[in-house]
């Protein structure tokens, strides 16, 4: 992270006080550790022109290290809720395309941006954010490339709940292969990650929605 993107990036403090006043659009409490961080963008080649979209960037923890594997190659387009965040990023990370909509708008969001197949969706939206809502991993399914490749996180203090179980198995569905990390300790909470592979979209689908 440059020391710009220091000095602009909301912190632990700025994180929270968001979450406090509109915690469905925050979502979690704390922004998430590099250690978490690195996990989640293991999928963004170090090679090539990447289309990178990132789901729910908050302090742009996630953001800092997608730029950091990205270095300057490829596309970067962030969807972020939260419009004091969506600013505070857009001065962060002036070469990061920093969207303020709801991520259930994916397809629509994209096709507006003329954003093609995307390599890798990074999601910085934790489970609860999925809950009660439209059918969001099936629309990052829809937006990915064939080989595309989807991380998403879970705190593990929520892994068991059935909502969590029902949201996993939703990603099982919607994905040929899903692999879980072992628990990034140095999280708090502490959680894990998903990396899904392959979505199982008709052609049809893909067609439809010009990817």
Same mark, same amino acid.
């Given at each position: 992270? $440059?020391?710009?993107?220091?000095?602009?990036?909301? !912190?632990?403090?700025?994180?929270?006080?968001?979450?406090?006043?509109?915690?469905?659009?925050?979502?979690?409490?704390?922004?998430?550790?590099?250690?978490?961080?690195?996990?989640?963008?293991?999928? %963004?080649?170090?090679?090539?022109?990447? %289309?990178? %979209?990132?789901? !729910?960037?908050?302090?742009?923890?996630?953001?800092?290290?997608?730029?950091?594997?990205?270095?300057?190659?490829?596309?970067?387009?962030?969807?972020?809720?939260?419009?004091?965040?969506?600013?505070?990023?857009?001065?962060?990370?002036?070469?990061?395309?920093?969207?303020?909509?709801?991520?259930?708008?994916?397809?629509?969001?994209?096709? !507006?941006?003329?954003?093609?197949?995307?390599?890798?969706?990074?999601?910085?939206?934790?489970?609860?954010?999925?809950?009660?809502?439209?059918?969001?991993?099936?629309?990052?399914?829809?937006?990915?490339?064939?080989? !595309?490749?989807?991380?998403?996180?879970?705190? $593990?203090? $929520?892994?068991?709940?059935?909502?969590?179980?029902?949201?996993?198995?939703?990603?099982?569905?919607?994905?040929?292969?899903?692999?879980?990390?072992?628990?990034?300790?140095?999280?708090?909470?502490?959680?894990?990650?998903? %990396?899904?592979?392959?979505?199982?979209?008709? @052609?049809?689908?893909?067609? @439809? $929605?010009?990817?």
């Amino acid at each position: 992270m $440059t020391t710009d993107q220091r000095r602009h990036a909301p !912190g632990g403090g700025r994180f929270l006080r968001e979450f406090i006043r509109s915690p469905l659009r925050t979502a979690a409490v704390l922004p998430s550790s590099p250690r978490l961080a690195a996990q989640m963008v293991v999928g %963004v080649p170090e090679r090539g022109e990447p %289309v990178v %979209v990132e789901l !729910g960037a908050g302090t742009g923890a996630f953001t800092a290290a997608v730029q950091g594997r990205l270095r300057g190659r490829g596309r970067h387009v962030v969807i972020e809720l939260n419009d004091r965040f969506a600013t505070e990023l857009g001065r962060a990370f002036p070469s990061v395309e920093v969207v303020c909509d709801d991520a259930v708008h994916l397809p629509r969001l994209l096709a !507006g941006l003329g954003v093609g197949p995307v390599d890798v969706v990074v999601s910085g939206l934790p489970w609860i954010a999925y809950a009660g809502r439209p059918p969001l991993i099936e629309s990052v399914a829809q937006v990915l490339s064939p080989a !595309g490749v989807y991380t998403q996180f879970a705190y $593990t203090w $929520t892994r068991w709940a059935a909502p969590a179980r029902r949201l996993a198995g939703g990603l099982r569905e919607a994905f040929e292969e899903v692999v879980t990390s072992t628990t990034v300790w140095r999280n708090l909470p502490p959680a894990v990650v998903y %990396v899904a592979r392959r979505p199982r979209v008709p @052609a049809a689908e893909r067609t @439809a $929605t010009g990817t």
